[in-house]
């Protein structure tokens, strides 16, 4: 049974300061890895995602690196501002039905 | 082009009673999914469309949910005799096609209160 993992739990950074965000799954047979974005109250907004046969995506100050053998994806946040702080979640599509597996989420907060 | 929007955004309901919500995927996808969020329990998958058919059901938690997707597009998930742990918020997302890459789009969710 594939399981998502991410670390840490929470995190507070001051503003400025570049961050990574770690995500672990069980089973390396994936067909994708895709990271989002929650702010409170809101549903889910897609920030990168990254093929299984792919290493890595970048998207302005975000860059997502995947390492399916070991399983293991780190999401790297440079230069971060107090507009980054939200609930950051990594969901790996594991299965020809495309559903996703999350995992529990990072919740960051950048201090100005 | 629109987004995935849910309706409504937010119900509070007695526990007992039936609650029906409803999602517009973005149009021409063809898979739905919808997941639920509760506190403790983190984001979950409930159940898969590929057009009007559900081919993975495996994620409702019990006989009293159930879900119909018509025309391949608009889809209704019903809860029925609600009980208080069926609180959370109940998210859909749509992508092209469940096979190849593609991402999936969230909408923004409704949150279920069973008082």
């Known amino acids: 049974k594939q399981e998502v993992t991410q670390i840490p739990a929470a995190l507070s950074v001051p503003e400025g300061e570049n961050l990574v965000l770690n995500c672990s799954f069980t089973?390396?047979?994936?067909?994708?890895l895709q990271w989002f974005r929650q702010d409170p109250g809101k549903g889910l907004t897609s920030l990168l995602l990254?093929?299984?046969?792919?290493r890595e995506q970048t998207s302005g100050r975000l860059n997502a690196s995947l390492d399916k053998s070991s399983g293991r994806s780190t999401l790297y946040i440079a230069a971060s501002q107090p507009g980054d702080s939200a609930t950051y979640l990594c969901?790996?599509?594991?299965?020809?039905?495309?559903?996703?597996?999350f995992g529990q989420g990072t919740t960051l907060q950048v201090k100005p | 082009g629109a987004g995935v929007s849910q309706s409504p955004s937010n119900k509070v309901t007695e526990k007992g009673k039936d609650v029906e919500l409803r999602c517009d995927p973005i149009?021409?996808?063809?898979?739905l999914y919808w997941y639920r969020q509760s506190l403790g329990q983190g984001l979950e998958f409930l159940i898969y469309?590929?057009?009007?058919?559900?081919?993975?059901k495996s994620g409702l938690p019990s006989d009293r949910f159930s879900a119909e997707r018509t025309g391949g597009s608009v889809s209704t998930l019903t809860i029925q005799r609600t009980q208080q742990e069926d609180s959370a918020v109940y998210l859909c997302?749509?992508?092209?096609?469940?096979?190849?890459?593609?991402?999936?789009?969230f909408g923004p969710g409704t949150r279920l209160t069973v008082t």
């Open positions: 997302a749509s992508t092209l096609l469940a096979t190849g890459g593609y991402e999936q789009y």
């Open positions: 089973d390396s047979a994936i067909y994708n």
């Open positions: 990254i093929q299984s046969s792919q």
């Open positions: 969901a790996v599509r594991a299965g020809n039905t495309g559903k996703l597996i």
């Open positions: 149009s021409g996808h063809t898979a």
């Open positions: 469309f590929q057009g009007n058919s559900a081919p993975d």
